[in-house]
């Protein structure tokens, strides 16, 4: 994002705005959500080897680099977390090797299912640690922009060698700001999604598979 490089052209897979997602009679999640979550949106298999794939491009592209990831959280720890483990298995098993820093920031923008204005970061005081490197920033999740543009301004002010980012998901959502992430997984239309780390209000971190929320659980679990 922050470099010269470019987003790979049909590097996305793109789900549509009618996608209703999966019944939920065909998957397997805890039965504390069974009446809080609508459908099955992207199951837990296809995130795996989405991932799986982020990781070789993110090889193809910085392999024989040395980077210092930084793993955007909540959200973003198992996604960082599985990208991290094939990363690294690729570079036990082919020509190229990538040698990983991992560091951790926390950004919190959300009351209920409203992104806001008022942007925390915490941990991010001291990155000092980024100066001259070359930086991976992970986000389970990229909407409005405004998070990732704020995120981004901070970044650079430690001066990076070079910055890149690379998002699970990107909404399609009305004056998105700024560059889609470098390397994306899949871009879903404006639904509030849960599972696979990504919570409301904390809670649905445990799913595996991310999922549509139902109505009632907005309300259920609102703060």
Not at 54 to 68: E, P, Q, S, T
Not at 169 to 177: A, E, T
Request: glycine letters at 8%; hydrophobic letters at 40%.
């Amino acid at each position: 994002m922050a470099d010269s490089g470019s987003v790979r052209e049909d590097s996305r897979i793109v789900i549509e705005d009618d996608w209703p997602g999966y019944s939920l009679d065909l998957f397997t999640y805890p039965e504390h959500y069974c009446e809080d979550i609508e459908s099955v949106y992207i199951p837990h298999g296809i995130i795996m080897d989405r991932t799986e794939r982020l990781a070789r491009n993110i090889m193809d592209d910085l392999g024989d680099h040395d980077i210092v990831v930084l793993c955007v959280l909540k959200g973003g720890y198992k996604f960082c977390a599985d990208l991290v483990e094939f990363i690294k298995g690729l570079s036990r098993n082919s020509s190229k090797s990538l040698l990983m820093r991992v560091d951790f920031i926390r950004l919190k923008s959300y009351l209920n299912d409203q992104s806001t204005e008022d942007l925390h970061i915490l941990g991010g005081e001291d990155l000092s640690v980024l100066s001259g490197k070359n930086v991976l920033i992970v986000e389970a999740i990229v909407d409005t922009g405004k998070t990732m543009k704020a995120l981004l301004e901070h970044v650079e002010t430690f001066g990076p060698k070079m910055v890149k980012v690379a998002g699970l998901l990107v909404k399609r959502v009305p004056n998105g700001l700024g560059t889609p992430p470098d390397y994306v997984g899949f871009e879903i239309p404006n639904r509030f999604v849960v599972g696979y780390a990504l919570d409301y209000n904390e809670y649905f971190r445990d799913l595996n598979h991310i999922c549509v929320i139902s109505e009632a659980a907005k309300i259920k679990y609102k703060v």
